[in-house]
């Protein structure tokens, strides 16, 4: 039978996005970029014309998660890092956009009693396209969703490749939801999102006017499956917080960052496990 945290920790981490990955090195802190709160411009209020534009996009992703375990008598804590490189290449259409989405670099950083990283062959591709709301990844793809960076570039490309309105106006907004499925720790698992999105205003990023998206998050996943010969169960609760950076002029996301706060709970031979789980991604765009 597993013992403390580290037996289910890349189970946990893998479910908001932060990946295992083929270079793990204990110790140390790889901290994520700071972004202020944006400044909002009080006399602009819009609309702004936001459509896709087709190319390649490169993007730098850094993660971090904690995790702390809130069923054992001591304190136990385990903190993780992750920064991957990811291309993007949107082919707008339409109400449809293909993309074709490539992991090509991802190094993670430990700290505490996490195990050693599943090894994962880069790249690591997936392809598919966006019709109406609705985010379809292609067959083939798919087939890959149970290696760590599979699922964790999947969960990007649902935060990269969103419908907005074509129409945006400060204080507007709109909802959707997302419907993760993934294998997490070989557990197949799926995550539901139900997304709130609000329109702030517009902001000045890296010099340009930029159009500032604010989204919250109610999420709730479930897995069921088998490790080490055991019976598992995960249920996970939370919510979470995006702020969009987008360029109406360049037709690009340039910037988001995300942060997830989640209340886990993990069986396993008829014992449960309670963790606290926070985390937090960063988005950027090579310019």
């Known amino acids: 039978m597993c013992r403390r945290i580290r037996c289910w920790y890349f189970l946990i981490c893998s479910t908001v996005a932060c990946a295992s990955s083929t270079v793990q090195r204990p110790g140390g802190r790889a901290p994520l970029p700071s972004t202020p ?18 190319g390649a996009l490169s993007y730098q992703i850094s993660r971090r998660a904690t995790i702390e375990s809130q069923s054992d008598s001591g304190s136990h804590r385990e903190i993780s890092t992750n920064a ?21 670099t991802s190094s993670t950083t430990t700290q505490g009693t996490i195990g050693p990283a599943q090894s994962v062959e ?15 990844i292609s067959t083939d793809s798919v087939g890959r969703k149970c ?21 945006l106006l400060q204080g507007s907004g ?33 010099g340009s006017p ?19 010969q055991h019976h598992v169960l995960l249920d996970a609760t ?20 995300t942060e997830q706060n989640l209340d886990l709970a ?8 309670h963790f606290k789980q926070s985390s937090k991604q960063d988005f950027s765009l090579n310019r």
């Open 122 to 136: 880069l790249p690591v591709q997936f392809s598919g396209f966006l019709i109406g709301d609705l985010l379809v």
């Open 238 to 257: 939370g919510t979470g917080n995006t702020i969009y950076y987008i360029s109406p002029q360049n037709g690009h996301i340039l910037r988001l960052n």
């Open 37 to 54: 709160n944006p400044v909002l411009s009080p006399s602009v209020a819009g609309p702004w014309t936001f459509n896709y534009a087709p």
């Open 174 to 206: 709109w909802k959707d939801s997302v419907e993760l499925s993934a294998c997490q720790g070989m557990i197949p698992t799926t995550a539901n999102i139900t997304r709130s999105y609000t329109v702030s205003g517009e902001t000045i990023y890296q």
């Open 84 to 104: 991957t490189h990811e291309l993007l290449t949107l082919e707008p259409a339409g109400d449809t956009i293909r993309f074709t989405a490539a992991v090509d």
């Open 266 to 273: 993990i069986s396993a031979s008829g014992k449960i496990q």
């Open 147 to 167: 290696e760590p960076v599979s699922s964790v570039l999947l969960a990007d490309l649902h935060n990269l490749i969103v419908r907005f309105p074509t129409k």
């Open 210 to 228: 930029v159009v500032v998206v604010q989204r919250a998050d109610t999420i709730q996943a479930h897995g069921e499956g088998a490790q080490q």
